[in-house]
């Protein structure tokens, strides 16, 4: 017979898992409302986000590569950066406002609707599939065999991110008053998780400073997911504590590490 203090446990274990699966659903659906809110702050993200550094590019993409996939374009911040003579650039963004956005900003640069599980292009079409502050997003089970039906074999998936270097006083406390008002997304990059048929990943970091003015970090705080989440008047509140930072400390630049990684096909 099953004792009252093992049918008290196991109850206790099936509430607890009931807990446990219904926060992670909830998990799952502030992730997909954030994951889809960047083409409401298309104009934000354009004016805010940086560039990439040309060594990080140039570390990224072998000079040989003639296709480019940006996946997960936005506003063609790495695009502009995969520019080189004879190379054909494909942009593939799942939201419509950042694909108007890019429309706009680079023209002459072919954007298709699309994601990282479903990429709009034929088998073994480029050379290159580069993913910018986007990996994050993905489910890495399907990205990661999509992205190698579209490379050629011995093509490259690279992924980038262009982080805070939070090593700066100021900067550490922008990071803190960000985290007092919303949670980032997972940190988890998933770049572990990209196998066969790619080979090791290597990893690389660069360090540089962007040139930018208080508005230009006011919109680049205002253009990440878990900003445009927020409240209107919550969020009001926090741009209007970033301004307040930035009158006291007048930086004129960010400094920003460029955490990179690379596998071949």
């Known amino acids: 017979m099953t004792s009252a203090n093992e049918q008290g446990e196991r109850g206790e274990r099936v509430e607890q898992d009931g807990w446990d699966q219904q926060r992670h659903q909830q998990e799952q659906r502030d992730r997909s409302?954030?994951?889809?809110?960047?083409g409401a702050a298309a104009g934000a993200y354009e004016r805010g986000r940086p560039?990439?550094?040309p060594e990080a590019s140039a570390w990224l993409v072998p000079g040989t590569a003639r296709t480019v996939v940006d996946l997960g374009a936005g506003t063609g911040k790495l695009t502009r950066a995969l520019r080189?003579?004879?190379?054909?650039?494909?942009a593939v963004e799942p939201s419509e406002g950042m694909r108007e956005e890019f429309a706009r900003v680079l023209p002459g640069v072919r954007a298709l609707a699309g994601t990282a599980e479903a990429i709009p292009l034929p088998d073994a079409s480029a050379d290159a599939v580069v993913c910018a502050q986007a990996w994050h997003w993905?489910?890495?089970d399907r990205a990661v065999p999509e992205a190698a039906r579209v490379l050629r074999p011995g093509g490259r998936l690279a992924l980038v991110w262009n982080n805070r270097d939070e090593s700066v006083p100021w900067v550490a406390e922008l990071g803190r008053i960000l985290r007092e008002y919303a949670a980032a997304p997972a940190e988890d990059r998933?770049?572990?998780?990209?196998?066969a048929?790619?080979?090791p990943v290597e990893r690389r970091d660069f360090r540089w400073r962007h040139p930018m003015t208080d508005a230009e970090i006011v919109d680049m705080v205002a253009s990440r997911s878990y900003v445009i989440t927020l409240a209107p008047a919550v969020r009001d509140g926090l741009l209007d504590r970033v301004r307040a930072l930035l009158a006291v400390e007048r930086p004129?630049?960010?400094?920003?590490v460029t955490e990179c990684h690379r596998a071949e096909r």
């Open 252 to 256: 004129g630049e960010m400094p920003y």
């Open 197 to 199: 048929p790619f080979g």
């Open 33 to 38: 409302r954030q994951a889809g809110s960047f």
């Open 84 to 90: 080189a003579p004879g190379r054909e650039l494909v």
């Open 190 to 195: 998933q770049a572990d998780r990209i196998a």
């Open 138 to 140: 993905v489910d890495p």
């Open 51 to 53: 560039p990439y550094p």
